[in-house]
């Protein structure tokens, strides 16, 4: 959506290595932020969120970190397997929708 | 615990036809967004509906319409097909409105692909 940035839009990572993802949001009333991912053929699938009383949460090989002042979210993925390549979305909520990211494909190579 | 259900998964319909769409949320859970997924536009809202009320609007024309029943299942319409309503569209189930606690957690169906010809 126009209101949340997600960069990059293609992430290759050789397996076992780290990937990050960030993403931009407009209105500094948002207070959830919610990444999926969505493999082929399939919905999104919610991985993690976080809101904005917290600045990072982690949950097991993924982490998100949220910087309220500079509007912007990261998602971490550390120790990458051939299972995480997938599309992943960030999103913000916004105006009561989530307003979604354009997307991250990101290729775990063995 | 069953998650959310979409029915049919694929539809073929024709330019000016209609076509319905249904959702079950996840047991429990009474907030039911539609979002629309091209891969030109991205996922984008529809609208959302709680207690049988449409509570928020996306900007779609009026032919995107829906509804919601007391069992909180619920069902979209698209009247009039354009070959630019060729999408994914997803259902979206939320234990409470965002439009009243907007940090609620949003879980996806696995989408119905609906292709005009």
């Known amino acids: 959506g126009e209101n949340v940035e997600q960069h990059p839009s293609t992430l290759s990572v050789q397996e076992g290595d780290s990937a990050v993802i960030k993403c931009t949001y407009s209105?500094?009333?948002?207070?959830?932020f919610p990444w999926y991912k969505q493999e082929l053929g399939k919905g999104p699938q919610l991985i993690i969120d976080?809101?904005?009383?917290?600045g990072e949460k982690k949950d097991q090989r993924i982490a998100v970190t949220l910087n309220k002042t500079a509007k912007h979210f990261s998602l971490h993925i550390t120790e990458t397997q051939p299972e995480d390549s997938a599309v992943y979305f960030c999103a913000a909520s916004i105006d009561y929708k989530l307003s979604f990211g354009a997307g991250t494909t990101v290729t775990v190579r063995a | 615990k069953a998650g959310v259900t979409q029915t049919p998964r694929y539809l073929i319909k024709t330019r000016g036809q209609q076509v319905t769409l249904s959702c079950s949320p996840i047991?429990?859970?009474?907030?039911v967004s539609w979002y629309q997924q091209t891969p030109g536009q991205g996922l984008q809202f529809l609208f959302e509906?709680?207690?049988?009320?449409?509570?928020n609007k996306g900007n779609f024309p009026g032919r995107f319409s829906g509804r919601q029943f007391s069992n909180s299942r619920s069902e979209m319409n698209v009247s009039t097909l354009e070959l630019g309503d060729s999408a994914l569209y997803l259902c979206a189930s939320s234990p409470r409105p965002r439009g009243l606690e907007d940090n609620t957690e949003a879980f996806f169906g696995q989408g119905t692909r609906l292709t005009v010809v």
């Open positions: 209105d500094s009333a948002s207070n959830y």
């Open positions: 047991s429990g859970h009474r907030s």
């Open positions: 976080i809101r904005s009383n917290v």
């Open positions: 509906y709680f207690s049988e009320t449409q509570r």
